[in-house]
């Protein structure tokens, strides 16, 4: 690897669809290779430069989350004049945001680009995009964090008091895990595509959530990339808020210099990380 080549942090989230599909890569493919462009504003969103990578851990989507501007107005020095000048630029590039997403399992890993593509915007702009580039078709997208397992449960710990407890998860796909199998099969076998719990404590009370193995399992399968938990508990005398996507898994490796496959071999540690946790217990 060149030596100047800078690393940046990645970040790695669930690709989570409410969608009617018989082949899962092709859809994902039907919508990121699509031509439309989502117009947000006075700025264009597209995906660009979609291609498959294959892996020993399955098929990955490599590609672009692309910011820019249909006409934009940069200066140029006009060194015959010596006067500073205007140059209108057709569709130029605000700002790109390398990812690679799993086909089986919905990971997706991408890197924000300081405030103008950041890690929310990425996440919310990237389904916004998805959802329009297939018109004419239900479909609901959504990207969850993956956090650092046991993270949460440290914060819920430190709580004098748990005062509210808000979960929402979707099913898996398609894997789960034993600690939180159950929910899971129970969601699938409803039929249902979305779920919401929220507790609230007795005035001056306190939700007894430690050692409750069904709201913890639930809270881990929120960790885990399929929804999102927020715990709201009073620490210091205070009232303090802890969730999911605090603490997000990230990895470092080189910027958009570097090949896709070759990024993505870098990423790969991390992604083997992840996947371990799906590996049943016997």
Known sequence: MPPNIRDITYYFGRLNLIAHYE???????????????????????????????????????????????PNYNEEVANPETHNLEEQQINNYVLAKSR??????????????VGVIISKETF???????????????????????IDEEEKIFEAIKKFKKVLKLQIYLHPSNPNNRDIWKRTDDRLKKLGASKYKEYYEAQ????????????????????????????????????????????????????????????????????????????????
């Open 23 to 69: 082949n899962k890569r092709e859809f994902l493919l039907k919508a990121l290779k699509s031509n439309i462009i989502w117009k947000h504003k006075d700025t264009n969103w597209g995906f660009f430069d979609i291609e498959e990578i294959d892996s020993e851990h399955g098929s990955f989507i490599h590609g672009y989350l692309v910011k820019y501007s």
């Open 99 to 112: 990812f690679f997403l799993h086909i089986n399992s919905g990971l997706i890993t991408y890197h924000p």
């Open 123 to 145: 996440r919310k702009n990237f389904c916004k995009l998805f959802e329009h580039s297939l018109e004419g078709m239900f479909v609901s997208a959504e990207i969850q964090s």
């Open 203 to 282: 005035e001056d009370g306190n939700l007894n959530i430690t050692d409750d193995e069904e709201i913890n399992s639930k809270i881990s399968m929120a960790d885990d990339g399929y929804g999102q938990a927020a715990v709201t508990g009073e620490m210091d005398g205070e009232k303090k808020t802890v969730k999911t996507g605090d603490n997000p898994v990230t990895a470092k490796a080189p910027g958009d210099n570097l090949k896709p496959a070759e990024a993505l071999e870098i990423l790969m540690a991390k992604i083997k990380e992840i996947f371990g946790r799906f590996k049943h217990e016997d």
